[in-house]
Every structure is written in structure tokens, then in C-alpha cells.
């Protein structure tokens, strides 16, 4: 067997800011599960980004922290295979941010139009902490620690993958002689310390959360099909979407928030095309239908999902997930103190390796 470390690494994560939703699925975990066998993963559990908004609510954090991993296991991820981070447990993640806050300025990290998008919809905009915006330079970290190729995410991340490719190229650039004219796949080769990693989009960049489809689902914004939502729950759920369509007789629009669901969640492209061409034409086809139709689809889905994570359900469930997290950090820190060291090296601030346990 190939060692893990000699395998290219890929590195992405949630947010323990509640369970994993469909839009996880197919912006990113989808693909994570893909990605397994032939990278060397890791998955973060990013606590430290959820206590930026419920610092009152650490409860809340500790629990969904639990909760997310069961929902990766679940979904096929295998920590046997791939390496389950806990953030707050790797100092150098919170130690490359401070280096890294350096590296971007106020305006790189403040204009930075997801973190913009966030201080709107999630209602943060007069009052959020000063530590808020950091979690987006706190990112860069929890990525370059890893030194990954690939970041599976899903498309609100993009601008915050293009502030860690910024941070990457300038810190090559500065502390390891890296020429600004390298091309972004020959930074390690020219002596950088970092990757320029790239950003994975999944397959549905951004799922809309039922409703009007304006949202995109999400965990914050009670929109969310959750990955361990019963089949009556997927139903109620799916019910909810609105498109504005009065009868099974009138012309609809085939690119509506339905159909996203539709083309995510059917599994036969023969079905979905013609679903799309008798919705257009009006042809005697009502929402309710199809909507019914999809829940059965999502439920084949999740069904197995369902199975795998009642092993973790019984009593002392938590304690084996804890272990899990514990084991993956171990793991984690080994690659993250080297990359640590590496950079202090680089920046003339290195006094002697440490040992962490
Ligand atoms: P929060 O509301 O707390 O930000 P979230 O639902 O946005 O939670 P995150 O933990 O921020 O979830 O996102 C984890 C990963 O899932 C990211 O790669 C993100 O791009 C992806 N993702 C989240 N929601 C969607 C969605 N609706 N469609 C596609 N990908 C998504
Ligand atoms: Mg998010």
C-alpha cells in the first residue's frame, strides 16, 4: 500500500454551526468521499470558525462539532482512510493566522464579497465582533497548514480560496524567493514553502435551500434538508419550495429552484429531460408531483446514510467519535507543526523545533 504521505493532500472542512445539509453533499462531501482512496485527506472541523458568531453558545459548538463527524462517516467518509482535524487542537493553524493576517490587507480581507454576503443575510452587519472577519484569515491558515493541492468546496468559498492563494504566492514569494512571474503550478518547485492550491467546485455549486430558491441552503439560515432528516421530514421539507406555478396545465420555467433539485437529485438524465420538456410545455405535470418524485430520489439517497449512522446513535456513540476526532488530530499535527516550522524557518523566526503530543 502506498503511504498516506506520499499521496497528494487535499484539505477541506465544515463548520460546526449545526448538522451537515444536501448542499454539503453536492458541493463538496460528495466528492470528498471520491477523493479518498487516492489523496491523502484531511477534514476539518472548523470549531474555532463557529465560536466566531456563538461564542455565547459553545454548547451548541461542542455537540454539532460531534454531530458533523457522524454525518461524514455516514456519508462514506472513512477515517481509517482520511485524517479528521480538529481545529482548536492544532496551534499552528491559530499561529500561521497571525503571520498571515499580515500578509493580506484590511481591504483584501473586509471587501471580500462572501464575508460581505455573510454580515447581510445572517444579520451580523451591526454587530459583529472584531474577530469575526478574521475567520476568513484563519481559513488561509487552516488550508496552507496542509500545504493541499486541491480544496473541494462549494462556490460561496471561492473568494475566500482566492485570498489563501494570495497569501500562499506572497508568502513564496517574501520568504523563499519565489519570482512573481512563476506560473501559480511551479511555486513548489521554484523553492516555495506552499502550493498554490485550487479550489474543487462540486457538481452543484450552490443548492438553494427550499423556499423561493433565493437563499442558498444553508445551515444558519433554517432552509436546510439535513443529511439525517427522516423520509417524512425530506417531504415537508421539499414541499416547501416555491416556484409560483399555479397548475399542472401552465408552462413553467425549467431552470426554476425545482428543478435545481431536479437535475441534483434524480438520478436518471432521461427522467430529468423529459420532466423539463412536458414542464415547459404545460403537459398535465404538477409540482406536487415532481416534488414527490424528488423526495423519493433524496430518500434513496439518504437511506443508506440513515443505516450507517445508527451505529453511532447507541449509547457511548459520542465517546467513539470523540477518539476518532482525537486520533486524526494526532495525525494532523504532525504535518501542521512541519509546515509551521517550515514557515518560521523561511521568515527568520524559527528558534528550535518543539514537540506537541
Ligand atoms: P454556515 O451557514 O454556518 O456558513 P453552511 O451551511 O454555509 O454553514 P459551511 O460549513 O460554511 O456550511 O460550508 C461547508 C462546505 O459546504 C463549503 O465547502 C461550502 O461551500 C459547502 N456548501 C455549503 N452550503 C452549500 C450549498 N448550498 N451548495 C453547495 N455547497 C455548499
Ligand atoms: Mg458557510
Not at 500562499?168 to 517574501?174: C, N, P, S
Not at 419550495?241 to 435545481?260: A, M, V
Amino acid at each position: 500500500m502506498t503511504p498516506a504521505s506520499s499521496k497528494p493532500r487535499v484539505l477541506t472542512g465544515d463548520t460546526p454551526t449545526g448538522r451537515l445539509h444536501l448542499g454539503h453533499w453536492v458541493g463538496s462531501v460528495e466528492r470528498r468521499v471520491a477523493l479518498q482512496k487516492d489523496y491523502d485527506c484531511y477534514f476539518l472541523l472548523a470549531n474555532m470558525h463557529a465560536f466566531t458568531t456563538r461564542f455565547d453558545r459553545t454548547a451548541d459548538i461542542r455537540q454539532d462539532t460531534i454531530e458533523i463527524v457522524k454525518d461524514w462517516l455516514a456519508a462514506g467518509i472513512d477515517p481509517a482512510q482520511s485524517t479528521i482535524v480538529l481545529q482548536t487542537e492544532v496551534p499552528a493553524i491559530a499561529e500561521l493566522t497571525w503571520y498571515f493576517a499580515m500578509l493580506l490587507s484590511f481591504k483584501d480581507v473586509m471587501g471580500n464579497p462572501t464575508l460581505v454576503h455573510e454580515l447581510k443575510t445572517k444579520g451580523l452587519e451591526e454587530k459583529y465582533s472584531f474577530g469575526f472577519p478574521m475567520y476568513t484569515v484563519g481559513q488561509c491558515a487552516d488550508i496552507l497548514a496542509f500545504r493541499p493541492v486541491f480544496i473541494p468546496v462549494g462556490e460561496d468559498q471561492e473568494p475566500h480560496i482566492e485570498m489563501c492563494r494570495k497569501v500562499a504566492r506572497k508568502f513564496d514569494q517574501l520568504y523563499c524567493n519565489v519570482s512573481d512571474r512563476t506560473a501559480d503550478q511551479d511555486y513548489e518547485k521554484a523553492g516555495g514553502l506552499f502550493p498554490i492550491p485550487k479550489a474543487l467546485i462540486g457538481r452543484i455549486a450552490r443548492l438553494p435551500g427550499v423556499g423561493d430558491g433565493t437563499q442558498k441552503m444553508s445551515k444558519s439560515l433554517n432552509n436546510a434538508i439535513y443529511l439525517s432528516d427522516t423520509s417524512k421530514e425530506v417531504q415537508k421539507k421539499i414541499n416547501k419550495i416555491t416556484t409560483g406555478r399555479q397548475s399542472p396545465t401552465e408552462p413553467g420555467n425549467p431552470d426554476n429552484i425545482l428543478f435545481k433539485f431536479v437535475e441534483a437529485f434524480l438520478a436518471d438524465p432521461a427522467r430529468i429531460a423529459e420532466l423539463k420538456d412536458r414542464y415547459s410545455r404545460g403537459d398535465n405535470i404538477g409540482d406536487g408531483h415532481i416534488k414527490q418524485e424528488l423526495a423519493q430520489s433524496i430518500d434513496a439517497l439518504l437511506e443508506p446514510m440513515r443505516a450507517r449512522r445508527v451505529e453511532f446513535e447507541k449509547p457511548g456513540g459520542d465517546d467513539v467519535i470523540i477518539d476518532i476526532i482525537k486520533a486524526g488530530t494526532k495525525r494532523a499535527n504532525i504535518v501542521a507543526e512541519e509546515t509551521l516550522y517550515r514557515a518560521k524557518q523561511a521568515m527568520n523566526m524559527d528558534f528550535g523545533k518543539r514537540t506537541i503530543s
